[in-house]
Nanobody, 120 residues
Framework: QVQLVESGGGLVQPGGSLRLSCVAS????????MAWYRQGPGKERELVAS???????LYTDFVKGRFTISRDNAKNSIYLQMNSLKIEDTAVYYC??????????????WGPGTLVTVSS
């Protein structure tokens, strides 16, 4: 089974930067699309950015120009570089991966989340 480990969250001042990492492990699984979601206080979980195995990245409007998602297929890892952080970016950030085994349907796995707090 695929396991996810996220890191990089923390406390940062408005205008600051953070870099989140997510590493997927699990033998024999083919990792497909990987993504970052977030859930702010009192809000529903929402997509932040996603990236395919070939490197096609998609962003939601509220992070375009500020966040950059990247991927290292050799390490089954994705990263989220977050710049110009705003107070409203405060949330628990979750990594999600789509994967499959030979002959299986596509499955998905969520990480436990990493807290990002933007505050002065």
């Amino acid at each position: 089974q695929v396991q996810l480990v996220e890191s990089g969250g923390g406390l940062v001042q408005p205008g600051g930067s953070l870099r989140l990492s997510c590493v997927a492990s699990g033998s024999d699984a083919s990792i497909n699309t990987m993504a970052w979601y977030r859930q702010g206080p009192g809000k529903e979980r929402e997509l932040v950015a996603s990236i395919t195995r070939s490197g096609l990245a998609l962003y939601t409007d509220f992070v375009k120009g500020r966040f950059t998602i990247s991927r290292d297929n050799a390490k089954n890892s994705i990263y989220l570089q977050m710049n110009s952080l705003k107070i409203e970016d405060t949330a628990v950030y979750y990594c999600k991966v789509d994967y499959r085994y030979i002959g299986s349907n596509t499955l998905d796995k969520w990480g436990p989340g990493t807290l990002v707090t933007v505050s002065s």
